[in-house]
């Protein structure tokens, strides 16, 4: 699982020093946290998670480079309508690209803002597909 994702990651990874951030996104219970957590073994990332402010994430960082920024976080599925979901994406994704190029002389100069985004969706779960085209 994730070894074609998992390579194109690794392309997407960049010269030194450039910043990259790919957001999970998806339903509660589609996998996000599974596929995080394959990627981080498989591809050799540190698995770290921390609070953010208004979410949890699940962040990875490159192995032996406490300083580098996080490269891949989750943002949970929450058991809530799709109208709400949609709602928190757009005010907090905007609001994570923001942090993301703090410092960094804003958005205009970090290539990587706002954030790649990998959507899971769970092919097993027929009954939540269409739930999970209006997201
Ligand atoms: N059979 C099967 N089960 C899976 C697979 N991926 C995830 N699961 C199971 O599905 C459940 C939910 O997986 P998570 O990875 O926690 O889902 P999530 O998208 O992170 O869920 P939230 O964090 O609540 O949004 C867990 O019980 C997993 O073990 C898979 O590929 N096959
Ligand atoms: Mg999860």
Redesign the pocket.
């Known amino acids: ?1 994730g070894e074609g994702l998992l390579s194109v990651i690794q392309r997407l990874r960049g010269s030194p020093g450039q910043e990259l951030r790919i957001v ?1 996104l ?12 394959r990627l981080a073994q498989e591809g050799g990332f540190q698995h770290q998670e921390r609070p953010l402010a208004r979410l949890q994430a699940e962040r990875l960082g490159h192995r032996g480079a406490a300083l580098r920024p996080p490269l891949l976080e ?1 943002v ?3 058991h809530r309508p799709a109208g709400e979901r949609r709602s928190r994406a757009a005010a907090e994704l905007p609001q994570q690209a923001e942090g993301c190029a703090a410092g960094r002389g804003g958005a205009a100069h970090c290539p990587f803002c706002p954030p790649r985004q990998i959507y ?1 969706i ?1 092919s ?1 779960d027929q009954k939540r597909f269409e739930e999970t085209g209006q997201v």
């Open positions: 699982m999970l998806g339903l509660d219970n589609a996998g996000k946290t599974t596929l995080l957590k989750e949970p599925g929450q899971v769970d097993a």
